[in-house]
């Protein structure tokens, strides 16, 4: 019989759960600590945004504000750089590296940045793939499978997962990429100098931390599939 809550499983899920949580947490902090470091030229995250913007010939994209926190995102469909209110208004260093992370995604959608454009095409399949995986998993918790089940049960489960686990895959460059595209333009913008864009630096490292523990996480899952499956087979 195929468990659904095998030991192994369950520690690896939580375990990355943990890490992700104490990652969260050192990002809010992080934030936090440098939401109370003015910029010397007293811009806000709004200005910051749309300076960037328009330094990189940008010029059919609006910076708005969203509700939340840590909500901050760009969408490609709409063009718009969404800053939650203490980055669209904050005159900090973790508003300004924020809203320059931000404006790096408006960059990479305007010169076509190929790891963006296949993420953008892969979200309608990974979603499905997730929601197919989620029905599989409660199948299991309600049915549980038949031994001669067993391996067919596995192979779906290991195909479905690597779709799922393409999406964090990709999503590493591309977050990566747009701290470097914002990063550079701080310092060439003379935005954040000295001090003040180490603190800009280390915030948005602490940002991709979190990228980079959720796609280990599916990276581990789908390992931990794929060597019950070859040890079924053997």
Same mark, same amino acid.
């Given at each position: @019989?195929?468990?659904?809550? $095998?030991?192994?499983?369950?520690?690896i899920? #939580?375990?990355? @759960?943990?890490?992700?949580?104490?990652? +969260?947490?050192?990002?809010?902090?992080? #934030?936090?600590e440098?939401?109370?470091?003015?910029?010397? $030229?007293?811009? +806000?995250?709004?200005?910051?945004?749309?300076? =960037?913007?328009?330094?990189?010939? &940008?010029?059919?994209?609006?910076?708005? +504000?969203?509700?939340?926190?840590?909500?901050?995102?760009?969408?490609?469909?709409?063009?718009?750089? $969404?800053? +939650?209110?203490?980055?669209?208004?904050?005159?900090?260093?973790?508003?300004?590296?924020?809203?320059?992370?931000?404006?790096?995604h408006?960059?990479?959608?305007?010169?076509?940045?190929?790891?963006?454009?296949?993420?953008?095409?892969?979200?309608?399949?990974?979603?499905?793939?997730?929601?197919?995986?989620?029905?599989?998993?409660?199948?299991?918790?309600?049915?549980? #499978?038949?031994?001669?089940?067993?391996?067919?049960?596995?192979?779906?489960?290991?195909?479905?997962?690597?779709?799922?686990?393409?999406?964090?895959?990709?999503?590493?460059?591309?977050? &990566?990429?747009?701290?470097?595209?914002?990063?550079?333009?701080?310092?060439?913008?003379?935005?954040?100098?000295?001090?003040?864009?180490?603190?800009?630096? &280390?915030?948005?490292?602490?940002?991709?931390?979190?990228? &980079?523990?959720?796609?280990?996480?599916?990276?581990?899952?789908?390992?931990?599939?794929?060597?019950?499956? =070859? $040890?079924?087979?053997?």
């Open positions: @019989m195929f468990h659904l809550f $095998n030991p192994v499983l369950l520690l899920t #939580f375990g990355f @759960m943990g890490i992700g949580f104490l990652v +969260s947490r050192r990002l809010k902090s992080v #934030f936090e440098y939401s109370h470091v003015p910029l010397l $030229n007293r811009m +806000s995250g709004k200005d910051v945004a749309e300076k =960037m913007l328009k330094d990189n010939g &940008i010029y059919d994209v609006k910076v708005i +504000s969203v509700e939340g926190q840590l909500t901050d995102h760009y969408n490609p469909a709409e063009k718009t750089v $969404n800053l +939650s209110p203490d980055v669209y208004s904050g005159q900090n260093v973790s508003a300004a590296a924020v809203a320059a992370h931000e404006c790096g408006a960059v990479q959608h305007a010169t076509a940045y190929q790891w963006l454009a296949l993420r953008t095409k892969i979200i309608p399949i990974v979603n499905l793939s997730s929601s197919m995986l989620n029905m599989v998993y409660l199948a299991m918790g309600f049915l549980a #499978f038949a031994a001669h089940m067993y391996n067919q049960a596995l192979l779906i489960i290991i195909i479905l997962q690597a779709i799922v686990t393409l999406f964090p895959l990709i999503t590493l460059p591309v977050e &990566i990429d747009a701290s470097r595209r914002g990063l550079a333009w701080l310092d060439s913008a003379n935005i954040t100098m000295g001090e003040d864009h180490q603190k800009a630096t &280390i915030a948005l490292r602490w940002a991709a931390m979190t990228y &980079i523990v959720a796609a280990l996480a599916s990276l581990t899952q789908l390992i931990y599939f794929i060597l019950r499956y =070859m $040890n079924s087979r053997d």
